[in-house]
């Protein structure tokens, strides 16, 4: 399974936020970041600690990408 953060990415840029930003404001790791880089699943709580920031629902951050077999 994959996950796609691009709806986050565009969100950071929107809203003229780096991810260093996001970081400080959630107190999520540099690895956490890495993970959704690379569209690995990351926690319902850091997911929910990032629309709390950024004011949005969780389907404003990511996309469920179906692995094509």
Known sequence: MTYSYNKLW???IDKNMMK???MAK???T???IAKMG???A???DVLGRICEVLDCNI???VD???DDE
């Open 30 to 32: 540099s690895s956490t």
């Open 26 to 28: 959630t107190k999520i």
């Open 59 to 61: 389907g404003d951050l």
């Open 10 to 12: 565009k969100l950071l």
């Open 64 to 66: 469920f990408v179906k």
């Open 38 to 40: 690379r569209g690995e």
């Open 42 to 44: 990351v926690s319902m």
């Open 20 to 22: 260093k930003d996001l």
